[in-house]
């Protein structure tokens, strides 16, 4: 009780000492809000000329011969002057009111300055922060204010139109360049001076887009649609574009519903088979593909398909991204030989339009790449991933963001190799990249800060994990909102590295926040709602309360067969998790059965070889020696250790662990020789190895000392 007083002592003490300063605060926004309400500006006439001036003059310098820098610099100069002049002998003294003016600001930005030295209260100091910045960009709105008092006359404007479409032309430049922030500061002094070109709001969504600012992208949209004539085919382009940033926020139903207002436009300009009628079928397949939707994504796909086969044949380029975006489909439909094939027909098509070099040929081979990591053909990815790193650094450079999407796919590639370091150096490559062209509020920045996060809880370092998830929650919160698909699934990734540090009822919350946040954007039926349905299983099954995991493993198997099909990996992980619970049960005829299901889709997903189909063999042996069948396990953890031989090596510590499973099968079997050797295998392995396996040597050491005495 003493605790929770005290607190509450403090609480009160913070609010006593915001009211002390309440009086003071009043006599201040008076003089703040004088001070705005003044009709002219800040200061004296000349120092208005230099100020508004001042980035006119920086800008024209850098245009060299481009513009005559000086001489419209002094248009604009010599025109205020003139105007300044002319009100001043109509008796309206503008510098008296100026100074004036300036006077009352100053005297209220030192009262302010003053109280946030003298308050720690950060709600207050908000508050005094916001007056005071509201006062410094005071000098901007008068600047407009006094402009646009002679808007109506055409030589200002034709001065305003040329510098505005200077900035708006150097905009566009650095935008081409990625260059966003800077893109964003000249489209901001375009539109000072023209707030009302369609085409300046316009650019600055999309730069606001490209810098995840997607709300503010979305008003600037919506601005520029307001100033466009409704019958024009921009109209069309501008709901295509605010639906991209709502499936992006994961707004899927309202961004097909724009994507349709889009096409209901395309349709009656241009008609059934045109270009962009083919464009927003595939921006629609798009839609569906995140929503989960797999099959509806590839009945739009191939919609824009069969549009653009009729109207370009198959070598064009639009061709090839939508056979790009067909095989995306079938990859997350687990399908991943259609994935493959589909992505090698992009492949051929672009390299005969663009040759070996093109920034989309990368994408199609990083795409290779991610299907053949997939199939566990780790040999296969890397090589694609190369390729298109290669591709990508010599089109367009080591820091372009399309380079931070190949480190993130290779640094992907080492975490499923088991080499989570090096993963990280990729991770942290990416997150450089991003942070200087994006900045470091951007959701892109929040989806490393995760995949570090799971770097670190495959290192074991749970805590470390959840520092980042907790830094890309921070981010998506801010960005996309609590109710966004990305923040689900940081709390998903929360969740189970508190699983991992045996924090059950805390990964327990964790899921069920995941949970709520997919059944209310993607429905009850999405891919991962069943993952997140299968990750609650799983922690109730360590609470050993099993009926209850058996319950929500059912629910995530029950999705995936309906949604997905019989043949989806999701479906294996729900078989072998099943059969995990019963093993624990102690239900080895059933558990069985559910291993023999899952082995027979990862067998036909994956092939012979994959890491996941060892798990389940691994999981199988333990069953028979539990059951004393000491050869039938030998058998299954012998399949174990061929696949990790084939896919990831001698070296591994999943290697290593598959040598020590089978080494105490053969001590059971009183085969001391042969369980010697594998042994000794085992502890070569985990001696080397760079992570701590104090625990695991001691083992081997005794069971050596084991072997040793029987011999």
């Given amino acids: 009780m003493k605790k929770i007083f005290l607190a509450l002592t403090l609480f009160l003490g913070s609010i006593n000492a915001t009211k002390n300063i309440n009086s003071s605060f009043n006599n201040v926004s008076n003089s703040v809000i004088n001070v705005v309400n003044e009709t002219l500006g800040k200061k004296a006439q000349k120092e208005i000329v230099k100020s508004l001036s001042k980035d006119i003059i920086s800008h024209f310098s850098k245009m060299g011969k481009k513009l005559d820098n000086l001489e419209d610099n002094k248009q604009l100069m010599n025109y205020l002057m003139k105007q300044i002049r002319l009100s001043k002998e109509k008796n309206i003294s503008i510098k008296e009111q100026l100074e004036k003016a300036q006077q009352e600001r100053q005297k209220a930005l030192n009262e302010i300055i003053k109280m946030q030295n003298q308050t720690h209260n950060s709600d207050y100091l908000l508050v005094l922060k916001n007056a005071q910045k509201a006062l410094e960009n005071y000098s901007e709105n008068r600047y407009r204010e006094i402009l646009s008092k002679y808007r109506d006359d055409k030589n200002l404007q034709e001065i305003i139109k040329n510098i505005s479409n200077s900035y708006y032309l150097e905009s566009k430049s650095y935008y081409r360049d990625v260059d966003y922030n800077k893109a964003l500061s000249k489209i901001k002094k375009a539109i000072r001076f023209n707030d009302k070109s369609s085409n300046y709001l316009y650019l600055d969504g999309q730069i606001l887009y490209r810098l995840g600012k997607y709300d503010k992208s979305i008003k600037y949209y919506k601005k520029s649609l307001a100033l466009m004539d409704k019958n024009s085919s921009d109209v069309s382009t501008l709901y295509n574009n605010i639906a991209e940033i709502l499936r992006v926020k994961g707004k899927y139903d309202k961004a097909i519903e724009y994507y349709q207002k889009s096409l209901d436009i395309v349709l009656e300009t241009y008609g059934a088979r045109h270009q962009y009628t083919a464009t927003i079928y595939n921006n629609m397949g798009d839609a569906w593909l995140f929503k989960g939707e797999y099959d509806k994504s590839i009945v739009f796909y191939e919609k824009s398909l069969d549009i653009t086969l009729k109207l370009f044949g198959i070598n064009h380029f639009d061709t090839a991204t939508t056979y790009n975006n067909l095989g995306e489909a079938h990859r997350l439909k687990g399908d991943y030989d259609k994935s493959i094939e589909y992505y090698k027909k992009s492949l051929l098509i672009t390299k005969n339009i663009v040759g070996e070099f093109h ?247 994956f092939g012979k070889y994959h890491r996941s189909t060892a798990i389940t063999y691994n999981n199988m042996a333990n069953i028979f020696k539990d059951k004393k069948d000491y050869s039938k396990a030998k058998r299954f953890y012998k399949k174990c250790i061929d696949i990790s031989l084939k896919t990831l090596g001698d070296k591994h510590k999943i290697t290593a662990k598959y040598y020590y499973n089978i080494a105490v099968v053969l001590f059971l079997k009183k085969d001391f020789k042969k369980s010697s050797k594998e042994f000794k295998k085992s502890k070569k392995i985990y001696g080397k190895s760079h992570q701590s396996n104090d625990k695991k040597l001691k083992e081997i050491k005794k069971w050596l000392s084991k072997i040793k005495k029987n011999i």
């Fill in 359 to 605: 920034p989309a040929l990368a994408t199609t081979y990083n795409n290779l790449g991610d299907a053949y990591k997939n199939k566990g053909n780790y040999e296969k990815a890397i090589e694609y991933y190369e390729i298109s790193l290669s591709i990508t650094i010599k089109v367009l450079g080591k820091k372009h963001p399309n380079t931070a999407i190949i480190y993130n796919s290779l640094a992907g590639l080492d975490r499923l190799k088991g080499e989570y370091k090096k993963s990280i150096e990729y991770y942290q490559k990416a997150l450089d990249i991003y942070k200087k062209t994006l900045g470091e509020e951007h959701p892109y920045i929040a989806t490393l800060y995760n995949n570090i996060g799971l770097s670190w809880s495959d290192i074991g370092d749970y805590d470390k994990a959840i520092d980042f998830y907790e830094e890309g929650l921070e981010i998506y919160l801010q960005t996309l909102g609590e109710n966004h698909t990305n923040t689900a699934t940081t709390y998903n990734n929360i969740g189970l590295a508190s699983n991992d540090k045996g924090d059950y009822d805390d990964a327990l919350e964790y899921y069920q926040k995941a949970l709520n946040i997919y059944l209310k954007t993607l429905g009850s039926h999405h891919p991962n709602v069943a993952v997140t349905y299968n990750n609650i299983g799983l922690a109730w099954s360590k609470k050993e309360e099993y009926d209850n995991a058996i319950a929500y493993l059912e629910k995530s198997l029950e999705i995936t067969l309906k949604y997905l099909g019989k043949n989806h990996i999701y479906g294996a992980s729900a078989y072998n998790n099943l059969g995990e619970v019963y093993q624990a049960k102690k239900e080895y005829k059933k558990a069985l059965d559910f291993y023999d299901k899952a082995i027979k889709i990862k067998l036909k997903v």
